[in-house]
């Protein structure tokens, strides 16, 4: 990422944030998982633990995005001062800076991950 990129997104996001996001990427803790069906599941893998990150809610929601974290329920949900969680950020930039860790994964592949993030 350039200079010029990260003070475009130093205007929109907190240092501390966009640093977050970008210590998640090179740790390589972005894991897109794409099933023989054509969807495609992330996770954030960070120290706090690891979170199944819903990027894509569909048209009709207000925030096309939703992350299980502690830190989006209060920031973005409840107080609102952040446009959105480290995780949600590190999967956007991930993905269109071609960081993505890629997996296959199959139906018992993916209700391992619901139920390790619900259960």
């Known amino acids: 990422v ?7 997104l130093e205007s929109i996001f907190s240092e501390s944030l966009l640093l977050a996001a970008l210590d998640l990427i090179d740790c390589e803790g ?3 998982y794409t099933t023989p ?26 925030l096309g ?12 949900l409840v107080a609102g ?13 991930a993905e269109r ?3 993505c ?3 296959q994964l199959g139906l018992d592949g ?3 991950i619901i139920a390790r993030q619900f259960g």
Request: hydrophobic content about 35%; overall charge positive; proline content about 6%.
């Open 30 to 32: 972005v894991i897109k």
């Open 81 to 93: 001062s952040h446009p959105m969680c480290k995780h949600v950020l590190a999967i956007r930039l």
């Open 65 to 76: 995005f939703y992350c299980p974290c502690p830190a989006f329920t209060y920031t973005v």
């Open 37 to 62: 069906w054509g969807r495609v599941h992330y996770e954030a893998v960070c120290s706090q633990g690891t979170y199944l990150v819903h990027p894509k809610l569909g048209s009709d929601s207000t």
């Open 110 to 112: 993916l209700a391992f």
């Open 2 to 8: 350039d200079e010029e990129t990260i003070t475009k």
């Open 101 to 103: 860790v890629e997996r």
């Open 97 to 99: 800076l071609d960081k």
